[in-house]
């Protein structure tokens, strides 16, 4: 079993940034992922995609984010990073971190974000 700690959530100004960062583990053992992303859920709406890196680098955001958000993450595919500026009032949900290696799927507990006008 995976386990996805995320940290960097929290409450921000419209305008201002902050970074999510995620990292995989099993057990005592670090785990390499084939994607790594990031998704978000507003209050009463589905949760929504908005960002994956791939092994081999490749990325895609969503168009709401495009040019203001960036994804990263380590070499070993453990860890992601989400660095969001410029934010919006209409970027806070809570951000839950996203796994995939072959075919099982995990997710983080969540982050909340939220941005205040």
């Known amino acids: 079993q995976v386990q996805l700690e995320e940290s960097g959530g ?5 305008g201002g940034s902050l970074r999510l960062s995620c990292t995989a583990s099993m057990g ?3 785990v390499r992922a084939n994607v790594l992303g990031w998704y978000r859920q507003a209050p009463g709406k589905q ?3 908005v960002a994956t890196v791939t092994r081999g680098g490749s ?4 168009d709401a984010v495009k040019g203001r958000f960036t ?3 380590t070499s070993a595919m453990t860890t992601s990073f989400l660095q969001m500026n410029n934010l919006k009032p209409e970027d806070t949900a809570v951000y839950y971190c996203y796994f995939a ?3 099982l799927v995990y997710w983080g507990q969540g982050t ?3 941005v205040s006008s």
């Open 59 to 62: 990325t895609n955001y969503a």
């Open 10 to 14: 929290g409450l921000v100004e419209a």
């Open 101 to 103: 290696r072959d075919s």
């Open 47 to 49: 949760r929504e995609l």
């Open 112 to 114: 909340q974000v939220t």
């Open 28 to 30: 005592y053992n670090s």
């Open 71 to 73: 994804i990263s993450r």
